[in-house]
């Protein structure tokens, strides 16, 4: 593992724990603010719950408490009355309010000692039987009992008002929880007279605890003013457990009612809760790191794809490298010779492409070929390189192109398997007698530039690679100097710009008037596509062959001769000034006299006026006009007058004779006029002479 | 253009046949070389075929005719054609060559 890969790695490790841990710290935070804010809210709750259970239980028995008490005031009047009237009917008073309350248990009148002359103890009690349907009386006033000294007797008086006794377990009758509600009786005097009283049971406090049923587990109780329990529901809590209570107070009886709540049950719905989040949470960021390990094992893969791609991109590119070694790159190809010139480009798509093309001399002849595979990419420079090889290979022994394409033809379909063709043009160039020889397999047609452009005519063959056997035929055409041969791949005219419009032949034939050296050509036309594609992606190789033939004359001269800036162009100079002895009818030695002039002006462009190694291509034109013969010479070479040069002086003796400078005084010699212009970048030097 | 040199004792003998052009007066470079070197002794350039001459053909000429003045040889041109020597005349060439024939 690579030292990057290893700090990546526990850069990852690190910012996925990094991740987790905030995930959880936040996870937590909100968990619990969530649970202050629920245990509040629970709380908040529990309280008015708690408080309107209460205020229920409270009206409950605050009405059983008001019918006591009523019941035993409505009789207070009537026990007056008898006390002062009618002793004997003392056991009407409570015999009343037991029978008109269903509610009380029990009732009595109980005369304060000494009150009555006649006896000093005298309390009758009325009770409802056992079976519950008739009433049963007993006297209290007995020794045993002594009831002047009990408290619903005594308390009563002492305050001067109603009050309710502590409660206490009827030990008569049915053995239950009871209390007494007593109240003094004053006499006419305001001398305390007697105390009347009803018992109730309070076994129907259960049923009101029993209601009170705000939350499963808790504990409602009653409690008298002394602090005795009443009664009570529910389970008490647990020792040493935290509770809320809540409690109320009973008016009158001194009796407060309580609800003890243990807080796990308060909060059991929160905790559930509480858990369940916390279940979820965790859950959650297990996912979140089963999320992480997944997210960095597919950035781990996208790594690896990455690298994979630049590997492949990589030998993509070393592919193209090796595919651009096979199509002869040197300019210019051939330096030594004066009867050629010419320039190739292969201006690659970004992928590796199908287009070739190839050239080199032998035995005189220029061997040169051109072809554009189907497809893209691998197959397609694979096969280029096949197509290639094929070429060199059968056109090593062979001097015809229709039976080198045919053999190739026949060795690219035998190991055809994929349906992959190649357009091709193959041709031979005879250097010395301009004889070309070609076939064309199914390519763009060249074009051929002579007097004009024009597509070079090609046979309808098959294109390389779709069936063997096919019998390619060959063509011929005879080249003299200055005709030119454009050789280009569709990616030339198919070249789109965003517009999808595409290059097309006619512009391409536009970028090919005039004449230049053969690289000037192939740049003035990459250019004119670049301009033309402006910011659209190449999508397809673009290739191109420019050979400009300067070899064999056509021997048919007219007023104009063309020549380009090479020494060795100089021997053509005679063919034309005998066309131009013989057209204006020149003797002999003037016409030798003519061509050294004009020998020596154009030896002094061919030598001066174009920077070493670049094409310049010069101009002569002859006219006559009146017995006067003019000579234009024209270049567009650096600006030069040669007629600004002294006069050499050839009076001098051969060790101060210079070697330069004969020319122009041999053109001023033979001449009658010698003039220079410079126009239009052109150097222009016309010479005069009358024949 | 074709030269073919001949010595003979002291002296070498030069026959020019063609045209002496540019392009020429480069391609007999080394033949030239030669006749420099046998310039301490006599040179005879023979210029019956010599059909014509241009200035680089002249510069030649000049060239051997320094190194025999430096070396103290001499330079005899022999045969001259009417147009050779009008050039020769035009240049002043005829005044720094010996001219025989």
Redesign the interface.
């Known amino acids: 593992m690579s030292k990057r890969t290893a700090k990546s790695e526990g850069f990852y490790l690190f910012s996925r724990l990094g991740l987790i841990m905030i995930a959880a710290v936040m996870l937590g935070a909100t968990s619990l603010i969530q649970y202050v804010y629920s245990i509040n809210a629970l709380k908040e709750e529990a309280a008015l719950r708690a408080q309107s259970e209460l205020d229920g239980a409270r009206s409950e028995i605050m009405d059983i408490v008001n019918q006591t008490e009523s019941s035993v005031r409505n009789s207070i009047w009537i026990a007056k009355w008898v006390l002062e009237n009618s002793l004997d009917s003392m056991m009407r008073v409570p015999q009343r309010i037991v029978q008109d309350n269903p509610g009380v248990a029990g009732s009595t009148l109980a005369v304060v000692p000494g009150y009555m002359a006649s006896t000093s103890l005298c309390a009758p009690y009325v009770f409802r039987s056992m079976d519950g349907k008739g009433l049963e009386w007993t006297s209290l006033a007995t020794s045993d009992y002594d009831y002047p000294s009990k408290e619903w007797f005594v308390k009563p008086l002492e305050l001067g008002e109603g009050y309710w006794s502590e409660p206490y377990f009827d030990e008569g009758g049915g053995n239950f929880l009871m209390t007494t509600y007593s109240m003094p009786i004053l006499d006419s005097e305001n001398r305390p007279a007697a105390v009347v009283t009803a018992d109730i049971s309070l076994s129907w406090l259960g049923s009101v605890v029993d209601g009170m049923t705000i939350y499963p587990i808790a504990l409602n109780t009653i409690t008298s003013r002394g602090g005795q329990t009443m009664v009570s529901a529910g389970d008490p809590p647990r020792s040493g457990e935290k509770c809320l209570v809540y409690s109320a107070q009973v008016e009158r009886t001194g009796w407060s009612m309580s609800i003890t709540l243990p807080e796990r049950e308060v909060y059991a719905g929160i905790r559930k809760v509480g858990y369940m989040v916390n279940f979820l949470q965790v859950i959650g960021l297990l996912m979140l790191v089963v999320i992480l390990q997944l997210v960095t094992k597919s950035q781990r893969k996208y790594q690896q794809l990455d690298k994979q791609r630049e590997r492949m991109q990589g030998e993509l590119k070393i592919a193209s490298d090796i595919q651009m070694a096979m199509v002869p790159k040197e300019f210019p190809p051939f330096p030594e010779r004066h009867d050629l010139d010419m320039a190739a480009d292969i201006v690659p798509a970004k992928e590796v492409g199908g287009d070739l093309y190839d050239y080199f001399i032998r035995d005189g002849k220029l061997f040169f070929c051109i072809g554009d595979v189907s497809g893209k990419g691998i197959p397609a420079s694979l096969v280029m390189a096949v197509t290639r090889t094929s070429f060199r290979n059968l056109s090593a022994g062979e001097e015809s192109p229709g039976r080198i394409i045919q053999a190739m033809n026949d060795s690219l379909s035998a190991m055809n398997d994929n349906s992959m063709f190649v357009t091709f043009f193959c041709g031979v160039l005879d250097l010395e007698s301009g004889r070309l020889r070609y076939c064309n397999a199914g390519h763009n047609p060249p074009r051929i530039l002579s007097k004009s452009i024009q597509e070079l005519p090609v046979l309808p063959n098959l294109p390389l690679g779709v069936m063997a056997g096919w019998d390619y035929e060959e063509q011929e055409l005879q080249l003299y100097y200055d005709d030119a041969l454009f050789l280009y791949t569709d990616g030339l005219t198919e070249a789109e710009n965003l517009q999808h419009e595409q290059f097309g032949e006619m512009r391409m034939e536009k970028g090919l008037h005039g004449r230049s050296g053969a690289y000037e050509h192939l740049v003035t036309m990459e250019n004119l596509v670049k301009d033309f594609v402006g910011e659209a992606p190449q999508s397809d190789d673009l290739t191109m062959l420019f050979i400009h033939y300067l070899g064999k004359d056509s021997g048919e001269y007219g007023p104009t001769l063309l020549l380009h800036n090479d ?2 162009q ?2 053509r ?2 063919g034309w000034m005998d066309y131009v002895g013989s057209e204006y009818g020149v003797g ?2 003037l016409l ?2 003519l ?2 002039a004009i ?2 002006a154009l ?1 002094n462009v061919i030598m001066y006026a174009y920077p070493k190694g670049s094409y310049g291509c010069i101009e002569l034109r002859v006219g006559c006009e009146s017995r006067e013969l003019t000579f234009t010479l024209m270049d567009s070479g650096v600006a030069f007058d040669p007629t600004a040069a002294p006069e ?1 002086d ?6 101060e ?1 210079s ?2 400078g ?2 122009i ?2 053109v001023r ?2 001449m009658d006029k010698v003039s220079y212009e410079r126009k239009d970048g052109n150097n222009i030097l016309t010479m005069k002479k009358t024949v | 253009m074709n030269i073919t040199i001949e010595k003979e004792n002291n002296v070498t003998t030069a026959i020019l046949e063609g045209r002496l052009d540019t392009l020429a007066s480069q391609e007999v470079a080394s033949e030239m070389e030669k006749l420099n070197q046998a310039a301490d002794g006599t040179v005879v350039l023979d210029c019956k075929d010599l059909t014509y001459i241009s200035s680089s053909g002249l510069r030649l000429f000049l060239s051997l005719r320094k190194a025999a003045v430096s070396k103290g040889g001499n330079i005899i041109i022999r045969n001259m054609s009417a147009d050779i020597r009008q050039v020769f005349l035009m240049t002043g060439f005829l005044n720094l060559f010996q001219i025989e024939g």
């Open positions: 020494i060795r100089i021997p100079l005679k002999d030695s030798a006299a061509n050294l020998e020596e030896t050499a050839i009076t001098l003796s051969v060790q004779r070697i330069g004969l020319g005084h041999l010699q033979i």
